[in-house]
């Protein structure tokens, strides 16, 4: 798993990989199970460059919110070995934003357009509790 240093600071790291191409879309993935209140940082590591006959978006988001993690980006920008943190994915990138999640709102993606047919996602979490029953599993 990839090393952040202020993120590391959070205390806790999970991952967990997504295969693309499974299903049609729209489809709603939960990738971490949130129990309580919790601050997280999200990115994604793009194994398999997503792929799809027309167009196909992906975003990280929760209920009510489901880009406001990692912004909705087009399959063309995102290539083979990049981190995802935003809509433009970079070998090089500002660190993941930390959100605050409360009310125990679980972290998916969000995969809408046409039909993948490929793709590998490697998403990390990295988070650390904020009320006495806080935690993050993978899903």
Sequence with gaps: MPSIAHLDLLGRKEFKIITLGLG???????????????????????????????ALTLEVGVAGDTAGIIAQTG?????????WVDAAPAVLINQPAVF?????????HVIAGDDATAGKITYYCWWRP?????LVVPA
Excluded: H, R, W
């Excluded at 409360?102 to 998916?108: C, E, T």
């Excluded at 904020?130 to 806080?134: C, E, I, K, M, R």
């Design 75 to 83: 399959k063309a920008v995102m290539l083979i070995d990049l981190l």
């Design 130 to 134: 904020v009320s006495p029953d806080g």
């Design 24 to 54: 049609a879309v729209p489809v709603t993935e939960t990738l971490f199970t949130v129990t309580g209140e919790v601050e997280v940082a999200v990115c994604g590591y793009i194994d398999v460059q997503p792929t799809a006959v027309g």
């Design 100 to 108: 605050v999640i409360s009310n125990s709102l679980d972290i998916a």
